[in-house]
């Protein structure tokens, strides 16, 4: 059934028994509030936050995880083509999470205008939140129903009313930027009365009503969507001149630049948010969590100190090599080298067996490829170069940091890396800014940074940065059994779309295809 008309109005995400009493279904119940309804909110995506079975194993490993070659996978026929539980799932997930926010948005209405003063944050906060996982369904699939959608609770059950119409993805990146714009001056200068501060403080799973963290989270996020449409042209202009006056004014526009700052959903006690093992499951089973070859090729002949943090040897290999799966062999092949257990997987301790493992949102080296790939186009190579070494030293300690989060040992503990071990890295042959000839090779160097980075860990930044820069040059096998013989350039409409909002899904039909390029793609 089609999700925006469903009705997933109440908090069914809370299904754990701590938030079982708190966060009722609102359409049982007379009452509710805002706070209340803004935690139902934040809970009802946390599938797609924190690393777990759905997202991992429904969804990514049999595709995001495959277009990025951040893993790797014995060949199949049809397998660029999304499967229909994972594109269905990923969109009946989100018009869910958007319903919610509809329903905090109904309540937040009803309020009296000094009560909607006196709650503002909330709205300012849960909007924020809703952008960033409204930039991935656009960067999935371009347009999609956004305006009008969710709003089945509010249209007072008329579905006839409910139907959303489509909205251009220019349209919804030119709302959310011009919010998260005016956010970023209205909550610096909010006044937030004590005791709804600290109910916010209690209700806030993402950053625990720290207004500093929510500052920044808006300013990271507003800098992610600027850089991604920096290539577009309607959007060039903007992007430049609102990034420049992002990272001029870090007094008024503050944004992550430290793994301490890192914007993230944390786990602070096991069963709360997240089965233990629901990561474990989601990577690992079926073999989700083999390494792709072009990846672990490249850090194990850059000496990358990051190695043994994002991976490990397999079990059976011979002298403790690393070892990637090449993705060019006949898959016969490739199936026995996953059985062999010769072949290298994701670290379990330091990823999927971590039960203490984050959901990640934004975090510093992102931030400073970003800030390395503007100064770079802006001709200021020397800051370019700055925020691109910095952001190698962040992601270092990144998985660190990550690691020292774990409760699992696993697999061995690296060594950590010395700062002379860094700085060599940084200034090996193939990594080194100094070393790049010109302006296409730096941003050739940004662009692996960025993979090597996400990885599996941020798979939908991965792929979309991977589209937009273009500069990684993966090599794939050809399915030559069907029409999309190669990875594709955005996600299908799931078939719900065509039976349930038939109307409106006509008038996108035409761009409904595996290769049309979203708007910002511009390769």
């Known amino acids: 059934?089609?999700?925006?008309?469903?009705?997933?109005?109440?908090?069914?995400?809370?299904?754990?028994?701590?938030?079982?009493?708190?966060?009722?279904?609102?359409?049982?119940?007379?009452?509710?509030?805002?706070?209340?309804?803004?935690?139902?909110?934040?809970?009802?995506?946390?599938?797609?936050?924190?690393?777990?079975?759905t997202n991992y194993f429904v969804v990514l490993r049999i595709t995001l995880n495959r277009y990025t070659q951040a893993a790797g996978w014995a060949n199949e026929e049809n397998q660029y083509v999304p499967g229909l539980s994972a594109t269905s799932g990923r969109w009946s997930n989100y018009y869910n999470f958007l319903a919610q926010y509809r329903e905090l948005e109904k309540v937040y209405d009803g309020l009296s205008d000094q009560g909607?003063?006196?709650?503002?944050?909330?709205?300012?906060?849960?909007?924020?939140?809703?952008?960033?996982?409204?930039?991935?369904?656009v960067d999935?699939?371009?347009?999609?129903?956004?305006?009008?959608?969710?709003?089945?609770?509010?249209?007072?059950?008329?579905?006839?009313?409910?139907?959303?119409?489509?909205?251009?993805p220019e349209a919804i990146y030119t709302k959310m930027l011009d919010d998260l714009a005016g956010f970023a001056d209205e909550l610096r200068t909010l006044d937030i009365k004590p005791g709804i501060l600290t109910g916010f403080e209690t209700q806030d799973l993402i950053n625990r009503g720290d207004i500093d963290s929510w500052l920044k989270y808006i300013n990271s996020l507003r800098f992610r969507m600027l850089n991604r449409v920096s290539g577009a042209p309607t959007f060039s202009s903007r992007a430049a001149s609102e990034i420049s006056a992002i990272l001029s004014n870090p007094a008024n526009y503050p944004i992550v630049t430290t793994n301490d700052e890192n914007i993230m959903m944390r786990i602070h006690t096991l069963g709360t948010l997240i089965?233990?093992?629901?990561?474990?499951?989601?990577?690992?089973?079926?073999?989700?969590?083999?390494?792709?070859m072009a990846i672990l090729d490249?850090?194990?002949?850059?000496?990358?100190?990051?190695?043994?943090?994002?991976?490990?040897?397999?079990?059976?290999a011979v002298n403790g090599e690393f070892m990637g799966l090449d993705p060019f062999l006949n898959a016969s092949e490739q199936t026995n080298l996953i059985g062999?257990?010769?072949?290298?997987?994701?670290?379990?301790?330091?990823?999927?067996?971590?039960?203490?493992f984050p959901?990640?949102?934004?975090?510093?080296?992102?931030?400073?490829?970003?800030?390395?790939?503007?100064?770079?186009?802006?001709?200021?190579?020397?800051?370019?170069?700055?925020?691109y070494e910095t952001a190698i030293k962040e992601s270092v300690d990144y998985y660190e940091m990550l690691?020292?989060?774990?409760?699992?040992?696993?697999?061995?503990?690296?060594?950590?890396?010395?700062?002379?071990?860094?700085?060599?890295?940084?200034?090996?042959?193939?990594?080194?800014?100094?070393?790049?000839?010109?302006?296409?090779?730096?941003?050739?160097?940004?662009?692996?940074?960025?993979?090597?980075?996400?990885?599996?860990?941020?798979?939908?930044?991965?792929?979309?940065?991977?589209?937009?820069?273009?500069?990684?040059?993966?090599?794939?096998?050809?399915?030559?059994?069907?029409?999309?013989?190669?990875?594709?350039?955005?996600?299908?409409?799931?078939?719900?779309?065509?039976?349930?909002?038939?109307?409106?899904?006509?008038?996108?039909?035409?761009?409904?295809?595996?290769?049309?390029?979203?708007?910002?793609?511009?390769?």
């Not at 233990?276 to 089973?285: V, Y």
Request: hydrophobic fraction near 35%; include cysteine; charged fraction near 20%.
């Open 1 to 53: 059934m089609m999700i925006v008309l469903a009705l997933a109005v109440s908090l069914s995400g809370c299904q754990y028994s701590e938030f079982e009493e708190s966060y009722t279904d609102p359409s049982k119940v007379s009452t509710t509030s805002v706070e209340k309804q803004f935690t139902g909110f934040v809970m009802a995506n946390r599938d797609y936050v924190l690393p777990g079975y």
């Open 116 to 137: 909607k003063l006196d709650n503002r944050v909330f709205m300012i906060t849960a909007a924020t939140y809703l952008y960033d996982h409204t930039q991935k369904m």
């Open 140 to 168: 999935l699939h371009g347009a999609i129903p956004f305006s009008e959608a969710g709003m089945l609770s509010t249209n007072r059950g008329d579905f006839g009313i409910s139907y959303p119409a489509y909205d251009a």
């Open 275 to 292: 089965g233990a093992t629901s990561f474990q499951s989601g990577l690992e089973d079926w073999d989700g969590n083999i390494a792709g």
């Open 298 to 316: 490249h850090m194990k002949g850059n000496d990358d100190p990051r190695l043994t943090y994002v991976f490990e040897p397999g079990e059976q």
């Open 340 to 356: 062999s257990g010769t072949l290298s997987i994701y670290n379990r301790s330091t990823i999927s067996r971590n039960q203490y």
């Open 359 to 387: 959901g990640m949102l934004i975090n510093a080296s992102q931030v400073h490829l970003m800030a390395a790939e503007y100064y770079l186009r802006a001709g200021q190579d020397a800051q370019a170069q700055m925020h």
């Open 403 to 523: 690691r020292g989060m774990s409760n699992n040992g696993v697999s061995p503990s690296p060594e950590a890396p010395t700062t002379d071990i860094v700085e060599g890295y940084i200034a090996s042959p193939d990594i080194s800014w100094d070393m790049a000839t010109g302006q296409m090779e730096k941003m050739g160097l940004i662009a692996e940074q960025k993979w090597l980075h996400f990885n599996v860990i941020q798979p939908y930044e991965n792929w979309a940065e991977l589209r937009r820069i273009d500069m990684l040059g993966l090599d794939f096998w050809e399915d030559q059994s069907n029409q999309q013989s190669l990875p594709p350039s955005r996600w299908v409409y799931p078939d719900s779309e065509q039976t349930y909002n038939s109307v409106n899904y006509q008038v996108v039909q035409a761009d409904d295809n595996l290769s049309r390029n979203i708007f910002w793609d511009m390769n």
